[in-house]
């Protein structure tokens, strides 16, 4: 089994822009009159966020996003890239694999929240949240990366930081790892492999090869 495209999810496993999710989120629910705990909103992570206001039973869904949006922006500056992964994407690219991202981003949240760090150009394809009409942990956004590149099964790998991430692999019959510096409770979560940094991502590689 010879990995040749590797996959990421983009919050945390690319970024840290967990603390600006939820702190915008719980401000936004603070300005519709509701009372939520940082630790409450933590079902927030991983999911597309109209599908976490739905759960929150948000009504004016399309208003309270756009806010929940704004109100990102206020802590952009807690977003931050984790340590060790620009130079794995670069070292990846050096070495001809094809790099993708599967996202419950929507578009102009990618564009909002990642863009701005300067490694995108890296990447051949990103599958965000409007992409695709179900989302994680459904497998249609692996499905639908599979579709465009071609790619068998057996050459992808998929890293993601949540349980979303690792259900939409098994569900699509892909390889999995969990990035353990972005997951909770990882030892709740099942995955083909476990990493503990970013450059582990290039031993997983390098044993495929051989």
Same mark, same amino acid.
């Given at each position: 089994?010879?990995?040749?495209?590797?996959?990421?999810?983009?919050?945390?496993?690319?970024?840290?822009?967990?603390?600006?999710?939820?702190?915008?989120?719980?401000?936004? +629910?603070?300005?519709?009159?509701?009372?939520?705990?940082?630790?409450?909103?933590?079902?927030?992570?991983?999911?597309?966020?109209?599908?976490?206001?739905?759960?929150?039973?948000?009504?004016? +869904?399309?208003?309270?996003?756009?806010?929940?949006?704004?109100?990102?922006?206020?802590?952009?500056?807690?977003?931050?890239?984790?340590?060790?992964?620009?130079?794995?994407?670069?070292?990846?690219?050096?070495?001809?694999?094809?790099?993708?991202?599967?996202?419950?981003?929507?578009?102009?949240?990618? *564009?909002?929240?990642?863009?701005?760090?300067?490694?995108?150009?890296?990447?051949?394809?990103?599958?965000?949240?409007?992409?695709?009409?179900?989302?994680?942990?459904?497998?249609?956004?692996?499905?639908?990366?599979?579709?465009?590149?071609?790619?068998?099964?057996?050459?992808?790998?998929?890293?993601?930081?949540?349980?979303?991430?690792?259900?939409?692999?098994?569900?699509?019959?892909? *390889?999995?790892?969990?990035?353990?510096?972005?997951?909770?409770?990882?030892?709740?979560?099942?995955? *083909?492999?476990?990493?503990?940094?970013?450059?582990?991502?290039?031993?997983?590689? *390098?044993?495929?090869?051989?």
């Amino acid at each position: 089994m010879k990995f040749k495209h590797i996959v990421f999810d983009v919050d945390g496993t690319l970024i840290d822009s967990e603390t600006a999710v939820l702190k915008s989120l719980q401000k936004t +629910l603070q300005e519709e009159g509701i009372k939520k705990s940082l630790e409450e909103l933590k079902f927030a992570l991983g999911i597309p966020g109209r599908d976490a206001l739905l759960i929150l039973k948000i009504n004016d +869904l399309e208003r309270v996003e756009e806010k929940w949006m704004k109100n990102v922006t206020i802590y952009a500056d807690e977003i931050t890239l984790f340590d060790g992964v620009k130079q794995v994407i670069q070292e990846l690219k050096s070495k001809n694999f094809k790099l993708g991202i599967i996202t419950s981003k929507t578009k102009e949240e990618y *564009n909002t929240d990642f863009i701005k760090f300067n490694i995108h150009s890296y990447f051949d394809l990103v599958i965000c949240a409007d992409d695709t009409i179900k989302h994680k942990p459904d497998g249609e956004p692996m499905e639908k990366y599979i579709e465009i590149t071609g790619a068998s099964k057996e050459e992808i790998i998929y890293i993601g930081d949540s349980i979303y991430d690792m259900q939409c692999s098994k569900n699509a019959g892909i *390889n999995s790892a969990l990035a353990l510096w972005g997951a909770h409770n990882p030892e709740k979560i099942e995955s *083909n492999y476990k990493l503990k940094y970013p450059k582990d991502i290039l031993d997983i590689i *390098n044993k495929s090869a051989n």
